[in-house]
């Protein structure tokens, strides 16, 4: 049975510098803020809504994988709440060797909002590019 990818969004999001702590017993631990993060797509349009915590807890270990870890509350055009969690990777062995090496994500979704509850039964996707201070991803549902 093959999978289907329906397109959701593409997300930009723009990160402060991290807080690195160094290597931990976990690996290499990085705390990224999220200043500003924009979803933009036929079915979402939505924003990371302002005074909310947005942040990728990463953590870089012994191989080189990233293990990204980021949650966010975004606020869509019509004024919706949805609580957005998203694990991922990243190879940085690639990034150390200058190249640009993708970030795959898994976002889910959390609203109580009845226009937006279709978002709490589904399993996105997304594939994402470092450009300059912004990562652009594009987002899909996976059916």
């Given at each position: 049975m093959a999978l289907d990818l329906i397109p959701l969004c593409i997300m930009t999001s723009t990160p402060l510098p991290p807080t690195d702590l160094g290597m931990t017993s976990s690996g290499r631990r990085l705390m990224v803020t999220i200043q500003e993060s924009i979803w933009e797509g036929e079915r979402l349009r939505a924003k990371l809504k302002p005074g909310t915590v947005a942040a990728d807890w990463m953590v870089i270990g012994p191989d080189g994988?990233?293990?990204i870890e980021i949650r966010l509350?975004?606020?869509?055009h019509d004024g919706a709440l949805i609580y957005v969690h998203y694990t991922g990777r990243r190879d940085f062995t690639q990034v150390s060797q200058g190249i640009d090496a993708p970030v795959y994500i898994t976002p889910?979704?959390?609203t109580s909002d009845e226009r937006y509850l279709w978002l709490n039964k589904i399993q996105a996707?997304?594939?994402?590019?470092?450009?300059?201070?912004?990562?652009?991803?594009?987002?899909?549902?996976?059916?």
């Open positions: 994988t990233a293990h509350t975004l606020e869509t889910l979704f959390e996707v997304g594939k994402g590019t470092v450009n300059g201070n912004k990562r652009i991803y594009h987002i899909y549902e996976l059916r």
